[in-house]
């Protein structure tokens, strides 16, 4: 089976196409993604307006460059899908509509993806098989603890009451001088860092539950470079590397130690994590001898399938395919899309 999926819900704009059976691992014939970050980092943030426009301006191109890259035909594919949600309704509409025009055009079926169960499924794409796992998806805006079932069984375990892990990433950057995206300039400079240096919160670590709470600690952040600057409230240039080192270890720790206690709790001896903030290799390292203390196996997606991409919406429609499922041309976007009940 052949899939052609497009990824448009916030600025990248990313064609895949997928080659798959039942059973065993998906072929990734072509992934290609126009990156918006230069034009969205003037403005410390991502602007709709821009996002939707560019979103229109790459679509038709990167088709192209995908069905040539794959050595096919748009006669070829077999399924077309988008990503329906969440994101940004403007973005979410350019693909969705391109991937409905064409799914028409050649009467073929259509499938609409749920953006958050794309990263869910990554750290299984090459092999093909999803076994029942605990999951982690933590992204510039969401950090989600799911019970993984089966492929479409999930269960909401946890998720963030206010900023997601990547948001506060990006705004405790901004208030350090850093650019945009934040997360990327705070894992550089904490590398050097003293991770110790600062005591920043772990918020809601001591409650029962699985949520998370990152605002308190991006407060604390803004609290101690008050105190250590009172003139200015800016970071001491001595203080850049420790202050990064500080609130990403902060951040790391209640992400380890909330997914761990999750899948005791859940009973689970997999953990899948994914999402762009995975791709933080102090993160991966934290994770890696927590799991391996606690004798669970870890599944991380690859680097390119870990930020927003179309292979990860590809090999969930893959999987929603074989079971013969299909979406409405009809069916619509839902900016606020929600994977699981809690």
């Known amino acids: 089976m052949l899939l052609l999926a ?13 080659a798959g059976e039942p059973g065993q691992p998906a072929t990734v014939l072509a992934s290609e993604i126009a990156s918006q970050i230069e034009l969205h980092r003037v403005y410390g943030g991502v602007v709709p307006e821009i996002a939707s426009r560019n979103h229109s301006l790459h679509l038709r191109p990167l088709v192209e460059q995908a069905l040539t890259h794959a050595g096919a035909t748009m006669a070829q594919i077999d399924v077309f899908a988008a990503t329906s949600g969440p994101g940004l309704a403007s973005s ?3 693909g969705a509509t391109a991937a409905k025009a064409m799914a028409a055009a050649a009467r073929k079926p259509f499938l609409a993806v749920n953006h ?3 990263h869910l ?25 799911l019970d ?5 069984n999930y269960r909401k375990l946890g998720g963030t009451r206010d900023d997601a892990a990547g948001e506060a990433f990006d705004k405790v950057a901004k208030m350090l001088g850093l650019p945009y995206p934040g997360g990327p ?17 772990r918020s809601m670590m001591k409650e029962p539950g699985f949520d998370f709470s990152f605002s308190g600690l991006k407060t604390a952040v803004l609290y101690t470079l008050s105190q250590r600057n009172p003139e200015s409230g800016t970071p001491l240039r001595e203080d850049l590397a420790d202050l990064c080192a500080s609130f990403q270890e902060a951040v790391i720790d209640v ?34 001898e927590a799991c391996r203390r606690e004798g669970i196996t870890l599944a991380t997606a690859t680097p390119g399938l870990c930020t927003d991409n179309a292979a990860m919406i590809a090999f969930a429609a893959l999987l929603h395919a074989f079971e013969g499922k299909t979406s409405p041309l009809d069916a619509d976007i839902d900016p606020n899309l929600r994977l699981a009940a809690s």
């Open 6 to 18: 497009i990824e448009s819900s916030c600025d990248e704009t990313a064609v895949a196409i997928l």
């Open 92 to 94: 979410l509409l350019i």
């Open 116 to 118: 958050l169960e794309g």
């Open 121 to 145: 499924l990554s750290p299984f794409v090459e092999t093909g098989v999803v076994p029942p796992h605990l999951a982690l998806i933590v992204s510039g805006g969401h950090t989600l603890l």
């Open 148 to 152: 993984v079932e089966s492929p479409g």
């Open 185 to 201: 300039e705070i894992e550089r400079a904490a590398a050097t860092g003293n991770k110790e240096a600062f005591t920043f919160p």
């Open 255 to 288: 992400l380890v130690t909330k997914t761990l206690r999750a899948a005791r709790h859940a009973g689970r001896k997999t953990i899948a994590l994914s999402g762009g903030v995975s791709l933080n290799k102090t993160l991966r390292s934290a994770f890696e």
